[in-house]
């Protein structure tokens, strides 16, 4: 009981004095004696590249790409445009989401 | 901000370098590190600012050694508690602390009233692993184990600094009339 008062007490004393310091350029500064390293944002390039080529070699020697292409002749380029036009729209929507989500 | 946001910037700045992962760290830890290290520091804010910004570039420095098995924040705390232990233990400077020094910082800094200067001089009565243990549960709101963790000693030392700290603030915050104003 004692413990729990002491406790309340204490928490009270420390939330009291408790302050949130701003920022002030401290952030600033610090980036700025850090040390430069070698920028990697490469590794995803090269990692793009090498998915991309596996995907078409696979792509080919399956067949897949041919069928595919067989099939886009035989549809209205109506139905094309739109497909395309639907890649930028849901990836807007997707980031969106991906921006605004609170969790 | 989450966990989440903090293991996501930390990968982007393992991964692919990007500095500006860290800004944002930055950004989102600066307040309560130096909040820490200005009450370790009796309110000297400048050594506490030199101390922070220590521990950021330490951190930059080893980021790949974050293994994501405790949360960034405890161990952003940890570097927080060594540089502090190492700074202490070069300068010899934190033993020499007494009232003294405390009244004069607080003339030196008297806008911000004698909230600021009662809790150095609580501060004051600790040991300096009981401080760091207080401050780290009832300031910062860090749990047990990771106190533990971030002091590197058992869970059974934690608490008895905890205790030991509480029990002498307790006779201290009564003897100054604190909790009868409160009551």
Request: aromatic letters at 14%.
């Amino acid at each position: 009981m004692e413990t729990t008062k002491t406790d309340k007490m204490l928490k009270d004393f420390f939330s009291e004095r408790k302050q949130e310091i701003a920022d002030n350029g401290f952030t600033q500064r610090v980036m700025r004696k850090l040390p430069e390293q070698p920028d990697r944002a490469w590794i995803v390039w090269i990692f793009t590249a090498i998915g991309m080529a596996i995907s078409i070699y696979l792509g080919i020697n399956s067949g897949l790409i041919q069928t595919i292409l067989m099939y886009m002749e035989h549809i209205s380029i109506y139905y094309l445009l739109a497909g395309i036009f639907c890649f930028p729209l849901v990836g807007s929507i997707g980031m969106y989401f991906a921006q605004n989500r609170n969790f | 901000m989450s966990n989440t946001d903090d293991i996501r910037w930390v990968t982007q700045l393992t991964l692919l370098g990007d500095k500006s992962a860290f800004d944002k760290l930055t950004c989102k830890y600066q307040s309560p590190i130096r909040r820490f290290f200005l009450n370790l520091t009796v309110g000297d804010a400048p050594l506490s600012d030199d101390l922070a910004q220590e521990t950021f570039i330490k951190a930059y420095l080893n980021i790949n050694s974050f293994k994501g098995l405790s949360g960034f924040s405890t161990w952003l705390y940890r570097i927080a508690y060594n540089v502090f232990y190492d700074s202490a233990r070069a300068q010899k400077h934190y033993e020499d602390i007494n009232e003294q020094l405390i009244d004069s910082q607080y003339q030196m800094q008297n806008e911000f009233s004698v909230e600021k200067m009662d809790i150095y001089k609580a501060l004051n009565i600790l040991r300096k692993e009981e401080q760091t243990a207080v401050l780290l549960f009832y300031m910062e709101d860090k749990t047990h184990n990771e106190i533990a963790k971030i002091m590197n000693c058992p869970l059974g030392t934690v608490k008895t600094y905890i205790l030991k700290g509480k029990e002498k603030l307790s006779v201290y915050l009564t003897q100054a009339g604190y909790g009868n104003n409160k009551n």
